[in-house]
């Protein structure tokens, strides 16, 4: 089996949501997987207009690669503020 990591990331898509989405959020509790995976989830796919049934498969696909325990475990060792 071929190492799929990205910059020491699960794989290529936990990298880039945990980048370009979570990793502007300025946490203050602690996150479960579900609770960043709905924040993902309502920046991406509730900002797609229902016609646009192809782009929103690829990104419902994409955001399906995500390892969301692990940007939560990130989350809450690392970003939570004090």
Avoid at 3 to 26: F, M, Q, S, V
């Amino acid at each position: 089996m071929a190492d799929t990591k990205c910059n020491g990331w699960t794989n290529y898509a936990t990298w880039r949501i945990n980048l370009e989405i979570i990793g502007d959020i300025e946490f203050e509790t602690h996150q479960t997987a579900e609770d960043i995976k709905k924040i993902v989830e309502s920046v991406v796919l509730d900002q797609l207009p229902k016609e646009c049934w192809l782009a929103y498969d690829y990104a419902a696909a994409f955001i399906d690669q995500v390892n969301f325990y692990e940007i939560a475990e990130y989350v809450n060792e690392n970003q939570i503020l004090a």
